[in-house]
């Protein structure tokens, strides 16, 4: 019997097993498994966003629909001004990706609530930056803060589209892969708002036939954006004066106002003079923006229709 050769056994294993491996990483060519879930990198950027109001609440659903979570801290300017902030609302607020906030006097805490935020996550947006603002005739004080400029820029048109272009491009730089969903989203918007405002300045064209005058700061900033000469009543102690400056021609006196009081106290006193008043009521947080312009264009046609 022939003797097995275990030597001769063991080279044929060996190239047997060269060929093998030869084969193997010629032709097979291996899957990378990918542990990680494809749909994570597919995956929106969901953004939980806080708004000191209403009005910016309001506006940023405009730009991001049902995209992200918006949420706002108040609903009308007393409880914004009467504000006292905690340690609780700090570590709330902390946690949202986006704080969105007014600025110019609107929150006259919120330097000092910005500065008790947890930095790192949150993104702070002064939805002011950029626009023209105007200060009071004099310094106001409200809930022990001294209010010098005059918070109502957003009643502009021209200021309320720095405003809202601020807000769009801070939800871009959080959410960039819909960028362009954003950015026709504020078209939109801005387009639509054009033409209202349009029409405003067709209808505030019969305010020309009238001598202007306004008994408060707070409608300075549509005023200057129609171009509407006005002249201020905000002094109680000049009421003779004011008395003289009147038109003769009664018919095209008008006083427009926003502070039913501040009105009252000039009209309880001014004599010998006629006008006409005009409210304009300047819009709680809560309210649609539109309806402001809307209620504008109403009132500067019915000039038309008593004259």
Same mark, same amino acid.
């Given at each position: 019997?022939?003797?097995?050769?275990?030597?001769?056994? =063991?080279?044929?294993?060996?190239?047997?097993?060269?060929?093998?491996?030869?084969?193997?990483?010629?032709?097979?060519?291996?899957?990378?498994?990918?542990?990680?879930?494809?749909?994570?990198?597919?995956?929106?950027?969901?953004?939980?966003?806080? +708004? #000191?109001?209403?009005?910016?609440?309001?506006?940023?659903?405009?730009?991001?629909?049902?995209?992200?979570?918006?949420?706002?801290?108040?609903?009308?300017?007393?409880?914004?001004?009467?504000?006292?902030?905690?340690?609780?609302?700090?570590?709330?607020?902390?946690?949202?990706?986006?704080?969105?906030?007014?600025? #110019?006097? =609107?929150?006259?805490?919120?330097?000092?609530?910005?500065?008790?935020?947890?930095?790192?996550?949150?993104?702070?947006?002064?939805?002011?930056?950029? #626009?023209? #603002?105007?200060?009071?005739?004099?310094?106001?004080?409200?809930?022990?803060?001294?209010?010098?400029?005059?918070?109502?820029?957003?009643?502009?048109?021209?200021?309320?589209?720095?405003?809202?272009?601020?807000?769009?491009?801070?939800?871009?730089?959080?959410?960039?892969?819909?960028?362009?969903?954003?950015?026709?989203?504020?078209?939109?918007? =801005?387009?639509?708002?054009?033409?209202?405002?349009?029409?405003?300045?067709?209808?505030?064209?019969?305010?020309?036939?009238?001598?202007?005058?306004? =008994?408060?700061?707070?409608?300075?900033?549509?005023?200057?954006?129609?171009?509407?000469?006005? +002249?201020?009543? +905000?002094?109680?102690?000049?009421?003779?004066?004011?008395?003289?400056?009147?038109?003769?021609?009664?018919?095209?006196?008008?006083?427009?106002?926003?502070?039913?009081?501040?009105?009252?106290?000039?009209?309880?006193?001014?004599?010998?003079?006629?006008?006409?008043?005009?409210?304009?009521?300047?819009?709680?947080?809560?309210?649609?923006?539109?309806?402001?312009?809307?209620?504008?264009?109403?009132?500067?046609?019915?000039?038309?229709?008593?004259?």
């Amino acid at each position: 019997m022939k003797k097995f050769d275990m030597k001769k056994f =063991t080279f044929v294993l060996i190239g047997i097993n060269i060929i093998f491996f030869i084969f193997i990483s010629t032709y097979y060519k291996p899957k990378v498994v990918n542990s990680v879930d494809s749909t994570v990198e597919q995956r929106d950027v969901y953004l939980n966003i806080i +708004t #000191t109001n209403k009005f910016i609440y309001n506006s940023a659903k405009q730009i991001v629909k049902d995209k992200h979570n918006v949420s706002y801290m108040f609903n009308n300017r007393n409880d914004s001004m009467n504000f006292k902030f905690s340690n609780d609302s700090l570590d709330n607020v902390s946690k949202y990706d986006l704080l969105l906030y007014m600025g #110019t006097s =609107t929150e006259p805490w919120i330097n000092e609530f910005i500065d008790g935020l947890k930095k790192g996550k949150v993104g702070i947006v002064n939805l002011s930056r950029g #626009t023209k #603002t105007l200060n009071y005739t004099k310094p106001q004080n409200i809930n022990g803060y001294e209010i010098k400029i005059n918070p109502y820029y957003w009643l502009s048109p021209d200021e309320y589209k720095i405003f809202l272009y601020n807000l769009k491009s801070a939800i871009q730089d959080k959410d960039p892969k819909n960028r362009e969903f954003y950015e026709q989203n504020y078209k939109e918007v =801005t387009d639509e708002f054009d033409k209202i405002t349009n029409d405003l300045k067709d209808a505030s064209s019969d305010l020309q036939d009238y001598r202007v005058y306004t =008994t408060d700061d707070d409608l300075d900033y549509i005023i200057k954006y129609l171009g509407i000469n006005a +002249t201020k009543i +905000t002094d109680l102690t000049k009421i003779q004066d004011y008395e003289k400056d009147f038109n003769k021609d009664s018919n095209k006196n008008l006083i427009i106002y926003s502070d039913e009081e501040k009105f009252r106290a000039f009209k309880n006193r001014l004599s010998g003079v006629t006008y006409s008043d005009m409210e304009i009521k300047i819009p709680e947080y809560s309210d649609k923006y539109k309806d402001f312009f809307y209620n504008l264009i109403s009132k500067f046609k019915g000039l038309e229709e008593k004259s």
